[in-house]
């Protein structure tokens, strides 16, 4: 038997569990067996359109019904999907749509305007709506898959601020949901609610533990506190994920506790403050704080329950079959207590990005974050990867900003960093340097920013220095720049 | 990363939830953490004494405390376990510890004399009492394991009547975890319950669930309902493995209902009668009815809850992982309802037996049992592989019982089939043909027979026929033989 061949995902799940709930979005509610069949239809359209398993098909959409079907489609013919954060300009997606040689491009009228000058840039792309059917064809069906197969593309960028794509492979997905159950468990009843995006793994992860699992997924485009607390109600949502900034609406919101079906508050994406993590606490919210990044197909490292209190502010240990440590500047182990930079190692983590080759030697991803783990094996992180700002669930990396201010006439030399942010968590803010007698408000250095950068990068301020505090080896003093 | 590398399994529970509850046996209750230190001092001892990661060490003892430690002290070395039914002959024994190449026997002062005896035909093998500790040498840790590497051995008898070594690896026991985790759910409070033997797979598979799941084993050595019934209650059991002989002996003994705590019978090992189902339903005793072999490590199909009413009788479908299908004597597959062999492929399934090369050619494992699958894809078990007996949850294999019948002077042919029985199940009955004017009663041949084989294989009664009835190519024709 070849251990790495499974059952097609969704197929599977369909046969199984043909009449359980599979997916709830707005007042559409669909079981396994008719989503199995909704994303069938939509892989012989695709099919049709000429997509092929070989194809790597961009993904401009919103978290909705249609955009899960299509996903879902994909898997069925086994083309690869290149999950493109909607919020970008149309300079960042073109980079993403070159970079990953996307073919085709399934998208929405949303997104009509900016498709027209993503099609400007790329005359070759083959753009199409995701509810559009203009032919059929019967789809050639993955009856099995490979766990070693890509199965989905999201990018990422790194010090260079130049946005990689992380490869993850069903098999990447499917020990990431073997993990998540190990740790967390399952129930027969368990909803999970997902209010954050598809696009990222965050949302994608709920997608795919929802059709192993054989749970319903309660999909909201958006986060609106009202309505996932009615939501939590109506649907007796026992797993729900969020960032920090949801958590904190939600917090605010709880008057008394939530419904008792509902188990756990999965925190992930970012750093969460002790203050909201006790408030929580207080209100009986039962937070699972968790560590993970696109490249470990969403948590690795997560905070059992039993140890909700005594390790406060730890995000716990790594899930089953992953493993962690921490290692000093020359990539030795470091003793328990001592800070150095977090590897990780399991076969939920990503092989490498795509047609960069793999990502390390020895199996040991580096994941640039700086923590230490305790005596007892908990893991606390301290800092994260090379200045990450992270604002509202999304990561911004300082590089990119500084790229594109340095870019701008008459700025000679940038430096960005997060500023605390009571809405959302971070925002960044910028300082610049500019050429001697150049006239140069902070409003045109903004709006040209907004140009080339997703809003949420954009800086919130712009301060003027006559210096940068650089080190000798001429990397930016950020914690000068913070103070 | 290689996908099929995890952390050595006790080692990480250990790490994970050191303080969890991991096994109570009798008035004895280990953590974890506990549990872990004493399978690493039973390393070493198992070390000093020459076990290495290299060996076969066989098994034959009892269901108890040390015997979980010195199997979970093999998983820390990396030997491998050869599990031995206790109930066995000393030939039937040395036939298997010969076969897989034994070097070390870990035993127990009750099987002083049977050890005896095998040490007269086996001069070399170390024999060593599984508490006993003259030495201790720091063991060589496996602190990672390959999923390709071999976990354990159990002997199974094919249709030849020999008994061959199923290979059952690392990635076998996990896999199967993972497939039982989809479909049973893992609650934090769960409890298993093991009155099956541990050289079973049906006892060893929960012994590796405990330790994937983090959840507490309740270890009976031997099956008594009223003492059953009080460890459900007393220990909050959820979860319990059973038979058929013993699911009847605890379905009269409930007298209204099991407590609210306990969610799950999982019956396998053989058929059940449709009465038995109902007579549980009726009662409210949760039964998840399964299908699987020594092959499958442990069950690959099983009935999901929400079908044990409308499917009764089926065993349901595969486990998530897994696959099934039913193919006619081309080997090809059957179409809805139509009869045939069950082949059955998966990351769980063996991939074949000690030193003698591999089960299959294409992955698909033929069980050589008889069944269908209806057309929404339930299984239904029609008649079992080579015509099997199964007495009490233990198999006898008729071809076993004939080669030592025929062997015996004086009987030139026989047959061997089961017999319906109120408290087994089904119990072995045996037709001969003597020689002409030869001498030989029912006690004689008996007796013979008790020497050979374990007691659960000789036959309860001895008809004395004229001739074996035979089909045209020398096939008995058992049927025949049972009117
Ligand atoms: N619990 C956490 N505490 C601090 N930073 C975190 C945590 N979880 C994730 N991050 C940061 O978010 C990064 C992953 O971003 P992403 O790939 O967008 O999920 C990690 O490399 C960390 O820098
Ligand atoms: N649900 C079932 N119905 C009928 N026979 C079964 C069932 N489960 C297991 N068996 C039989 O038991 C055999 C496995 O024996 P063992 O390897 O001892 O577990 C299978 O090949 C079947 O012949
Ligand atoms: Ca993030
Ligand atoms: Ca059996």
Redesign the interface.
Same mark, same amino acid.
Do not use: C, D
């Given at each position: &038997? #070849?251990? #790495? $061949? *499974?059952?097609n995902f969704l197929k #599977? +799940?369909a046969? *199984?569990?043909p009449n +359980?709930v599979a997916i709830v979005f707005k007042d559409k509610r669909l079981t396994f067996k008719e989503l199995y069949e909704e994303a069938y239809y939509r892989a012989g359209v695709l099919t049709a359109s000429g997509v092929t398993d070989k194809a790597y098909v961009g993904f401009l959409v919103k978290s909705d019904l249609y955009t899960v079907i299509s996903l879902l489609a994909l898997q069925i013919i086994g083309a690869k999907a290149v999950l493109l954060n909607n919020r970008l300009t149309v300079d960042e997606l073109v980079y993403q749509l070159n970079d990953a040689r996307v073919g085709f491009l399934v998208t929405e009228p949303v997104f009509d305007l900016v498709c027209k000058q993503i099609r400007g840039q790329m005359p070759a792309l083959n753009i199409m709506g995701k509810q559009d059917a203009t032919s059929y064809t019967e789809p050639i069906e993955k009856k $099995?898959i490979h =766990?070693?197969d890509t199965c989905t593309i999201m990018y990422t960028s790194g010090t260079t601020g130049f946005p990689k794509g992380v490869i993850q492979t069903y !098999?990447n997905h499917w020990?990431s949901t &073997?993990g998540s159950? *190990?740790n967390l468990? =399952?129930?027969?009843k368990d909803a999970w609610l997902c209010a954050v995006p598809l696009f990222h793994i965050s949302g994608y992860s709920i997608l795919i533990r929802s059709i192993?699992? !054989?749970i319903k997924l309660v999909l909201h485009d958006h986060f609106e506190v009202d309505k996932i607390l009615r939501a939590i109600e109506k649907e007796k949502i026992s797993i729900m994920s969020v960032v920090t900034t949801m958590l904190h609406k939600i917090e605010s919101a709880v008057e008394k506790s939530l419904p008792s079906t509902f188990r756990c508050m999965l925190l992930g994406g970012g750093p969460a403050s002790l203050d909201l993590l006790n408030r929580c606490m207080d209100k009986g919210i039962p937070v699972y704080y968790s560590y993970g990044m696109t490249e470990t197909s969403s948590q690795i490292v997560t905070l059992?329950?039993?140890y909700s209190t005594t390790k406060i502010g730890s995000c716990g240990?790594a899930l089953?079959?992953a493993?962690i440590k921490i290692i000093d500047d020359k990539g030795n182990e470091t003793s328990a207590n001592i800070p150095g930079e977090i590897a990780v190692?399991?076969?939920n983590?990503?092989?490498g990005y795509l047609n960069k080759g793999k990502s390390s030697m020895d !199996?040991w991803?580096h994941t640039g974050d700086i923590g230490y783990i305790d005596s007892e !094996?908990f893991l606390f992180v301290l800092d994260r990867r090379t200045d990450l700002i992270i604002s509202g669930g999304e990561n911004i990396y300082p590089a990119e900003v500084e790229g594109v201010l340095t870019a701008i006439n008459g700025i000679i030399d940038a430096g960005v960093v997060g500023e605390k942010n009571e809405e959302w968590g971070e925002v960044p803010v910028a300082f610049v340097v500019k050429e001697h007698n150049v006239l140069l408000t902070e409003e045109t250095i903004l709006n040209i920013c907004k140009q080339k950068l997703a809003r949420y990068k954009v800086p919130k301020k712009v301060y003027f220095l006559s210096e940068i505090p650089r080190n000798a080896s001429k990397k930016i003093l950020r914690r000068k720049l913070r103070n």
């Open positions: &038997m #070849n251990p #790495n $061949i *499974l059952p #599977n +799940r046969m *199984l569990t +359980r $099995i =766990l070693a !098999g020990w &073997m159950v *190990l468990g =399952l129930h027969e192993v699992y !054989g059992a329950p039993e240990k089953f079959p493993q190692y399991g076969p983590v990503s092989q !199996g991803f !094996g």
